[in-house]
């Protein structure tokens, strides 16, 4: 898609399609999921578990792109243009919501992007949230470095917001990992010397 927004030429507001990739993002991964039969999330194998989890990264840079455009991040001043540029895309979402069957709705992704744009609380809420669920996700699919490196970003986060104790606990979490990853490439280098 963005290679023909780029070929088209269209003349979009800063950050609506980022706005569109973070709630495609979410819309996929909640289609996925809805689709599939929860017994085969158990297995780390699966490459279901490593999608979500890129899926999520992908809204989560997304989303912080939005933040520092729109002034949500914090250590932002909201001025006049930020404002502006905030109601501009909130008019653009859309909130029509997509059929996964004929029986059930997929909640609103535009509806819920609007949430999350009107303050800076509903904001730093959503991009925790979803901080969280991304390193989860992606410690989950065996990726305990991309746990480790979003970790880190979030607990950067974290104390920007002023949010120390949340912060330390990240950093720990997160060097915790690394030394899992150092620890479990080190026993695969000894075991492949020992073969």
Not at 41 to 55: E, F, G, K
Not at 80 to 107: D, R, W, Y
Not at 111 to 123: A, G, P, T, V
């Amino acid at each position: 898609m963005a290679r023909q927004k780029r070929a088209l030429k269209l003349p979009l507001p800063d950050g609506s399609f980022d706005c569109w990739a973070y709630m495609a993002c979410n819309e996929t991964v909640l289609a996925i999921m809805s689709r599939v039969n929860p017994d085969t999330l158990v297995d780390s194998t699966t490459s279901l578990l490593l999608v979500r989890a890129q899926l999520w990264h992908y809204a989560l840079e997304k989303l912080h792109y939005i933040g520092g455009l729109c002034g949500l991040m914090p250590g932002n001043k909201a001025i006049e243009q930020n404002t502006s540029l905030i109601h501009t895309l909130i008019n653009g979402i859309s909130p029509v919501p997509f059929e996964v069957s004929s029986k059930e709705m997929v909640e609103d992704q535009g509806r819920k992007l609007r949430d999350i744009l009107i303050s800076k609380d509903s904001f730093k809420q959503a991009y925790l949230m979803l901080g969280e669920m991304v390193i989860g996700a992606f410690k989950h699919a065996g990726r305990r470095r991309m746990a480790f490196r979003v970790g880190t970003k979030m607990a950067k986060f974290h104390r920007s917001v002023g949010e120390r104790k949340s912060a330390l606990l990240l950093h720990i979490f997160s060097h915790w990992l690394l030394s899992a990853i150092r620890k479990k490439s080190y026993e695969q280098r000894l075991g492949a010397k020992s073969n």
